[in-house]
Every structure is written in structure tokens, then in C-alpha cells.
């Protein structure tokens, strides 16, 4: 099956249970939320590795709270065959992933090997039906001969240079885009524009919490930015669309260039030659603490990255209708 292909009609139909992965992410919490005000849905099985006072989550009966280590296949294996299928879960939804600074094995086992688990189990299980997965526009090439307005065809990021938070992204993009047309389970994978929310691990959000936002001298690219409230909607849309599969752009409301963000931010703008920009920010984050990479984020700072979101909306419903309350969060 081809990229982005989809199989038969859109049925919007709630689901009986959810297994929810990453529930204590910001984007997890919103949707623990909205799934427990659909009276409809029986069971929402929410899953991280904090407890369930650090987790702070709703408290429901029909919420289960389970600590996983996503990396141990068989934990994994006892959550999908025991409190999952007990349960009656129907549809997973996967957006566990390290945030950027973090690298090494134990980190790619949880970015591309437990996708690679869970789909392989998720083929035979009694109750499982639709898998969602949160991808995200790093997948993608961007350079200066590709287009600024991205397709889900659009070359992804195969460089053996690119930093282990991109590549371990476009590895298990990959992987479950793999299994689209060849599994019973059907899969949609949902390649979100960066969602700039506190707590959320967005790049630009850690960079638009300094005082002052170096960017690099004569360039000004386009951004697109994602608030919580249309991230959660998006991902709803695509739990209920029982029926399709295949891969989704989901672009934000906002559309604006960088030195904008910086203004709304309340920050200062202070453009610097290229060159010198990789070594400042390793000044930050060494003296500073701060989680941003200039290796990451090279590419937004020269050149447009924006989401074509028809797909999602002719397929899933979605159109963004939220934009972002400026400044976005401490």
C-alpha cells in the first residue's frame, strides 16, 4: 500500500475501550479527559511509568491506571493480554515517545522496538481493531529544492546524520506505515505539526522560553504550530474513524514566521551568522540547563516546514480550529 493510502469509508463510531500509551504527556492527559466525557466509551486504560499521584489523572471508573515500562516486551505482553483484553480494548494509541535530549539504546527501545512489539502482538489479539500513532513533522526532509507545503509524500529523513530523535522517529514512522494493508489491525499514523505546549518536549517551545532567541542572520522561515486543544481533537477524530487507515498531516491554526513567534513570545530577537549559532546554543545548554538542540532544529531556522492538511480533512473531519493563546505557557 502506498503512503498515505486509505481503506474503505470513514464510519465515526466510538470505541468500546482505549489503551492509551504516554497518558501522562500533556496531549495524554487531554485525551484521558476526553475520552471519560464520552459516556459511550466502557474502559479508557491509561499507561505510563510514573505512579498514580505523579500521574494526575481523572479519577473515573472506568479509568485503569497501569505503570509500564514500555521497554519490556513482557510487560508488555501481560498489559495487552491481561488488563487490555479484559477489558475489551479496541483501539490503542500510541504517543510514548524520549524527548530530544535523551539518546542512547534503552532509548530507542522504547521509540521504535515497543512500536515494533506492540504492532507484532496486535495482530492476534482477540479485541484490538485500530492502532494510532503519533508521528511528527521532524520526519520529514527539509531542505531548500523540496517544496515548503508538505504532502504525506514528501521524502522523509533518511540521513545516517541526523541526530537519534529524528531518526528514531522516521524508523518507527516507517515501521507502521509497514504494516498498512498487511495486518488486521487497522493502522493510522497521525504526523503532527510541532504541538507548542508546556511539558510537551517541543523544540520550539524550550527555544522560546529563553529571554533572548538567537536565529540565524537573513532568514525568517514560515512555522506552523499546533495548540493542545487541536492535537487532542485530531487524535479523537482519528480513534473514532473506524474503517480508514493510512498516514495524516495534522497542521495547527497558526502559520507564521519565526521572528513572529519570538515577538508574540514576549522574547527578543537576536540574528547571528550561522555558523556561530551551534556553538551558542551548546553554551545554553551546557550553563543553562535548557533541552533545545540547534543540531535538531538547523533546518527549521533556514527553510519552511508546513503541513498539507487535506488529507485529514477530507478523510478524518479535521480542520484546526484552535489557535494558540500567546505566550504559550512559563
Not at 174 to 181: I, T
Request: aromatic share 6%; charged share 20%; net charge positive.
Amino acid at each position: 500500500m502506498s503512503e498515505g493510502a486509505t481503506t474503505g469509508a470513514v464510519r465515526h463510531r466510538p470505541p468500546r475501550g482505549v489503551l492509551l500509551l504516554g497518558a501522562t504527556t500533556p496531549l495524554g492527559r487531554s485525551l484521558c479527559a476526553e475520552l471519560l466525557a464520552d459516556p459511550s466509551i466502557q474502559a479508557v486504560l491509561a499507561v505510563a511509568l510514573e505512579s498514580w499521584e505523579e500521574a494526575k489523572l481523572p479519577a473515573d471508573p472506568r479509568l485503569t491506571y497501569q505503570q509500564v515500562d514500555l521497554t519490556r516486551p513482557r510487560r508488555m505482553h501481560r498489559l495487552l493480554f491481561g488488563a487490555a483484553r479484559d477489558l475489551g480494548v479496541d483501539v490503542l494509541v500510541h504517543i510514548a515517545m524520549h524527548r530530544a535530549y535523551e539518546s542512547g539504546a534503552r532509548v530507542h527501545a522504547q521509540n521504535v522496538e515497543a512500536l515494533r512489539w506492540i504492532l507484532t502482538l496486535s495482530e492476534r489479539h482477540p479485541t484490538l481493531r485500530r492502532l494510532v500513532f503519533r508521528s511528527s513533522v521532524e520526519v520529514y526532509r527539509v531542505q531548500e529544492n523540496l517544496p515548503t507545503l508538505i504532502t504525506e509524500d514528501h521524502p522523509l529523513d533518511f540521513s545516517t546524520e541526523a541526530p537519534q530523535w529524528v531518526r528514531d522517529r522516521v524508523e518507527a514512522d516507517v515501521l507502521a506505515c509497514m504494516r498498512m494493508g498487511m495486518s488486521p489491525v487497522e493502522v493510522a499514523v497521525l504526523r503532527c505539526s510541532e504541538l507548542l505546549a508546556p511539558g510537551s518536549g517541543s523544540q520550539l517551545h524550550d527555544y522560546l522560553s529563553a529571554p533572548f532567541c538567537l536565529r540565524s542572520a537573513g532568514f525568517d522561515p514560515m512555522l506552523n504550530v499546533l495548540s493542545l486543544e487541536d492535537a487532542t481533537r485530531a487524535f479523537l477524530l482519528a480513534i473514532r474513524a473506524g474503517g480508514t487507515q493510512g498516514i495524516f498531516n495534522i497542521p495547527g491554526a497558526d502559520t507564521l514566521p519565526l521572528a513572529e513567534c519570538i515577538r508574540r513570545s514576549g522574547r527578543h530577537s537576536v540574528p547571528l551568522p550561522g555558523p556561530l549559532l551551534a556553538p551558542a546554543y551548546r553554551l545554553r545548554r551546557r550553563f543553562a540547563g535548557s533541552q533545545f538542540s540547534y543540531r535538531i532544529y538547523r533546518g527549521r531556522f533556514h527553510f519552511a516546514a508546513i503541513l498539507d492538511g487535506t488529507r485529514a480533512r477530507e478523510v478524518l473531519g479535521y480542520v484546526p480550529q484552535h489557535p494558540l493563546q500567546w505566550p504559550v505557557g512559563p
